[in-house]
């Protein structure tokens, strides 16, 4: 067989096959091989429409190479097609029998457990166990009763206090049965989330094996310090955020980045927890252990989404809560007419809410796992929303659209300075900046080998402008031509020309000045990402038909990149408050604006738009002012990003649709008397969970493929 790898994550493999074996005997092979190689939880289904496969399997499990492996193995004979299609058919049937299983290891010992007590036991205790079942409901409900408040408890204590008025015991234990049953599996849902977020960030338990006094010994994960030695071999997730020390390795960090392919680390580079070498072993000194680890705080951020619910989930639960007054008025209704309190009961347990304020939180959960998997962080389910409802994309250009490593094309001094002088002092005022373009200029003085003592004053920067010092009794500037014309006075129109020629092929400039006079001028160039054009193609496919650059960079240079990215909308030498200013003017026009910048000048836009997205790489403040965090810089994330938050605004909607026909269903059955409480309980219930479980179902699958 030839097998091409499509997209690969640890534990998650998409692939092609060309094999003369049909698709049913490939899932076989595949399954019978990975089980022979000691994995044996493995699945493996195929897409028709795409003719693709996905493989899935514990996130420790190198299964890229291991299918690699059996697909250089030799093709089985056609006899053999069908025993392996077989096998690949009770693999698939018994995955989907077991979440059903799980579900009924709950349901099963509680239903046994209720009838034989209702069948075994004697008639004088019945009511005394009725009361003990019953009373924790009738006091939640009595008490939101007392302070005015028609609520869900309230429903379900009204509907055990009306069966037990009328002296029909067994009503009111089975309703209260009912109801704790659906609260054990709900409670069982919330569980299997909670469970899956800690399956992508912290894996089985595995030991951490550490080098103290010269000897490497196997500790718990939680006895790790920081400053420790530890080894990460071949196979293993690493468990701390540190620094390489020695040795080299593939180590595939993609829970962390959503890169598909490994990355080389060697001394001196950077790792994180949740990472797993694919090849090599390395010795790595731990910085941050636990719960400080970057792999930690993203799992935080997602456990704490509840807090942080969006406008239209929100509003979909107050619908839901505002619809328990009228079941209360149609109970009644029920009553006057029938003169039947268990017909009334039968209305009274039947509420909107329950689905909705379990499910819509699950599935915004399940959104931003399944977008963490795609290499970025959403703050909260409010900002997953408001992403899918964005229809203006808003960007920087500046290390958004460029690859933040620029270098100095050119170094052009004038009126009599020479130019190791500009660069050399130049580098001397950058050095105190960690900015991308300042860190290029320091690195080009240093591969020039011109040293530069700090003979300058205090360094002062201007924000979005340049830097300015004292030199010699001379005031010394580095900065953009707004800073240096308009702002400190100096004649730049000499350098007209050379700025023209640079923009022309889409570079920067930095003004170098001395003492009121232009002394030359620094030629940045910033490349574009190789894939910029591709991802903003991307976003437009999913229906943003505006996107709009904004940048600190002079006219032309803007357009010219703009052309190179197929953006017609361009804002050029724009200051931050002028950032602001346009967003502010866009949401006025009614759009939703997201913003996309890495910058300490776009921290004041990232705010003031409707959802803020910014880079690891950038600015500290950027990357907590907003409210989209690409891990690893990687703006390839942003449209799958953009199609889950869709998809998962799409599956609120559909589970309020859902929640609110069945249950008006269950309502009517009981307005009519075709059905009696207990029955009633059980459905609502039912419908409650199954809106639970759909809500965890992943997204990825509908979500579009990143690039490898």
């Known amino acids: 067989m030839e097998v091409g790898v499509v997209h690969a994550l640890p534990g998650r493999v998409r692939f092609e096959v060309r094999s003369r074996v049909p698709p049913g005997g490939v899932v076989g092979l595949l399954a019978r091989e990975l089980a022979l190689a000691g994995v044996s939880e493995v699945e493996i289904t195929y897409n028709p429409r795409t003719r693709r496969y996905l493989a899935l399997a514990g996130r420790d499990v190198a299964l890229r190479e291991l299918i690699e492996r059996v697909a250089r193995a030799p093709e089985p004979s056609p006899d053999h097609w069908a025993a392996l299609a077989s096998a690949a058919d009770q693999l698939a049937t018994r995955r989907r029998v077991e979440p059903l299983a799980a579900a009924a290891r709950i349901i099963v010992p509680r239903v046994a457990r209720f009838l034989l007590a209702r069948w075994l036991m004697p008639p004088l205790l019945r009511p005394i166990v009725t009361a003990y079942r019953t009373w924790p409901y009738l006091r939640a409900g009595a008490a939101d009763m007392a302070r005015g408040r028609l609520t869900v408890p309230a429903l379900d204590a009204s509907a ?36 899956n977020i800690a399956a992508l960030y912290r894996g089985p338990a595995q030991p951490a094996w550490v080098i103290r006094d010269g000897v490497e010994l196997r500790v718990e994960p939680h006895e790790v310090s920081a400053g420790d030695r530890v080894v990460a071999r071949m196979g293993l997730r690493i468990p701390v955020d540190g620094v390489v020390v020695s040795g080299e390795a593939s180590v595939n960090q993609a829970a962390m980045t959503g890169e598909a392919q490994a990355i080389s680390k060697r001394p001196g580079l950077t790792v994180w927890a949740g990472s797993v070498v694919e090849e090599g072993q390395l010795v790595i000194e731990a910085q941050r252990v636990g719960d400080q680890t970057r792999f930690a705080s993203i799992a935080r951020l997602i456990e704490d989404a509840d807090g942080t619910r969006g406008e239209i989930a929100s509003h979909l639960e107050r619908l839901a809560v505002r619809a328990v007054p009228y079941t209360f008025l149609a109970a009644g209704l029920v009553f006057l007419v029938t003169r039947s309190w268990l017909r009334a009961a039968s209305v009274l347990v039947v509420d909107y809410a329950c689905a909705l304020k379990l499910a819509t939180p699950l599935a915004l959960k399940s959104a931003m796992l399944e977008a963490v998997h795609h290499g970025a962080a959403v703050k909260g389910g409010k900002y997953l929303e408001t992403l899918a409802r964005a229809d203006v994309f808003v960007f920087d250009k500046t290390g958004t659209l460029t690859e933040a490593r620029p270098s100095v094309r050119e170094v052009i001094p004038m009126d009599g300075f020479t130019r190791d002088y500009v660069l050399r002092n130049a580098a001397c005022l950058e050095e105190h900046f960690p900015h991308p373009v300042a860190t290029a200029i320091v690195q080009q003085a240093v591969r020039e080998k011109l040293e530069h003592e700090e003979r300058h004053a205090k360094v002062d920067y201007v924000l979005a402008h340049g830097i300015a010092s004292t030199l010699e009794g001379e005031r010394v500037l580095v900065g953009n031509r707004h800073f240096v014309e308009e702002h400190e006075h100096v004649d730049t129109s000499r350098a007209a020309p050379h700025v023209a020629a640079a923009a022309s092929k889409g570079l920067g400039v930095l003004y170098f000045a001395v003492g009121g006079r232009l002394a030359g001028l620094l030629v940045i160039d910033d490349p574009l990402l190789p894939n910029a054009r591709e991802i903003l193609g991307q976003i437009r496919a999913l229906g943003v038909d505006r996107l709009v650059m904004i940048t600190g960079d002079n006219e032309q240079a803007a357009r010219t990149v703009a052309r190179a990215l197929g953006l017609t909308e361009v804002h050029a030498e724009v200051l931050p408050d002028e950032k602001t200013a346009l967003i502010r003017t866009m949401q006025a026009q009614g759009h939703v604006i997201a913003m996309v910048g890495d910058g300490i000048n776009d921290t004041a836009a990232l705010a003031a738009a409707d959802v803020g997205i910014s880079l690891k790489h950038g600015a500290e403040i950027a990357r ?11 703006l390839a994330a942003l449209p799958a990003t953009v199609t889950i938050a869709r998809l998962a605004l799409a599956r609120v909607h559909r589970n309020f649709v859902f929640s609110v026909s069945a249950n008006s269903l269950f309502l009517g059955l009981g307005l009519v008397g075709l059905a009696p409480a207990s029955l009633l309980a059980l459905l609502h219930n039912a419908s409650t969970v199954a809106t639970c479980w759909a809500s965890l179902r992943p997204y990825i699958e509908a979500a579009p493929e990143r690039p490898s």
């Open 160 to 195: 055990i206090g009306a069966s037990l008025a009328i002296g029909d015991v067994g009503s009111a234990n089975t309703i209260a049965f009912l109801l704790d049953l659906g609260e054990a599996l709900e409670d069982w849902t919330r569980a299997q989330a909670r469970q």
């Open 624 to 634: 907590e002012a907003c409210h989209v965090l690409l891990l690893e810089g990687r």
